[in-house]
């Protein structure tokens, strides 16, 4: 049985990544130990200021974390039990109409 702390923090977390560029930068860092900006942005093909924005919000509420390497910065999962959540939706044959 889940207590309610529990409960909050799940309920956070999926606030959090309840975004499908969210949801994407996850199943890549998952898949890479680190990657950068420039990486990522070409990888999901997605405009730097707004992943930069999804990136810095994640790291703000401790999903992610950054590692400045001259001008590039690193990002990697910080919770990689989060990667869970993937697996779930990944097996899930909920039929959304």
Do not use: W
């Not at 199943?27 to 997605?46: F, K, P, Y």
């Not at 400045?68 to 869970?84: A, C, G, H, P, W």
């Amino acid at each position: 049985m889940l207590t309610n702390d529990k409960l909050d923090k799940v309920a956070f977390i999926l606030k959090t990544i309840a975004h499908p560029t969210r949801l994407a930068i996850i199943e890549l860092l998952s898949n890479h130990e680190r990657l950068c900006v420039n990486d990522i942005c070409t990888m999901i093909q997605c405009e730097q200021s707004l992943l930069s924005h999804h990136l810095n919000n994640m790291k703000i509420k401790g999903i992610l974390q950054s590692e400045r390497e001259k001008q590039n910065i690193f990002y990697s999962l910080k919770e990689k039990q989060i990667t869970q959540i993937l697996g779930c939706l990944e097996n899930c044959e909920c039929n959304f109409s």
